[in-house]
């Protein structure tokens, strides 16, 4: 093995493709191709092999992009561009960039995006306990008791472990009478949508406002912004980047 060898996936994720996870994904899918050859998992490569990836060749990252973006209800968090309300196409950002986790058709708020495959890990790890924070709206007024049973911690199923699971404690604060905040260090599927039915209410309205240090501000629906500077400084340093 040469000494600038990488596993091909580790590759992608450091050039700005994807996410490792992601990268898995496409090299089982048949979809990552190495000097005309279709890659394997154990596939390792240089900056000098040609790689193309969905039927692209891929470029060395020149620079860091990181952009914060306030999605707007109805465009889905995908890259399946024959997806019509797929995240990509809506950005539609001149520089290949993949977005950091999801958030569900239906919700709205911030997302990151980067080509920083590194950041992109230590986001997504659940074990890193990132705080998230969203401000929801219920079709029921919001009591005490509710309050008490969000941040205690609610039964669901973990989908991607296929294991019933108790929801981590978290911190929830009544805003208005249907509305709350609360504070999340995981990421389920349709985490707070299902914790709300399990207590007999349903989400009217779900907003995004925070990831770790990254706020929206004033960003309106549908805009991005560039996260740079002290911001980005800090983020990254949090993540031990």
Do not use: W
């Amino acid at each position: 093995m040469q000494e600038n060898e990488v596993r091909l996936n580790k590759y992608l994720s450091q050039v700005g493709v994807c996410s490792r996870r992601e990268a898995d994904r496409m090299i089982e899918l048949n979809k990552v191709y190495v000097n005309g050859e279709v890659a394997t998992l154990g596939t390792k490569v240089t900056k000098e092999d040609k790689i193309i990836v969905n039927g692209k060749e891929v470029q060395h990252k020149d620079e860091e992009i990181v952009l914060a973006l306030n999605k707007p209800v109805g465009i889905e968090c995908t890259t399946d561009l024959s997806n019509k309300d797929n995240i990509i196409s809506f950005l539609n950002y001149p520089k290949r960039v993949f977005m950091v986790g999801r958030l569900d058709k239906k919700s709205q708020g911030l997302i990151l995006l980067t080509n920083n495959g590194q950041l992109s890990d230590k986001l997504m790890r659940a074990a890193n306990y990132h705080e998230k924070e969203y401000i929801v709206t219920v079709d029921k007024p919001v009591t005490e008791e509710f309050v008490k049973a969000m941040a205690g911690g609610v039964k669901l199923y973990d989908e991607e472990h296929k294991i019933d699971t108790v929801t981590r404690k978290c911190d929830v604060r009544k805003i208005s009478k249907y509305t709350f905040s609360i504070v999340l260090t995981q990421g389920l599927n349709r985490q707070i949508r299902r914790m709300c039915e399990v207590n007999d209410y349903q989400v009217t309205k779900l907003e995004r406002v925070r990831i770790m240090n990254v706020n929206l501000k004033d960003l309106p629906i549908g805009k991005y912004r560039e996260v740079k500077g002290e911001e980005l400084l800090k983020l990254k340093k949090s993540l031990g980047l």
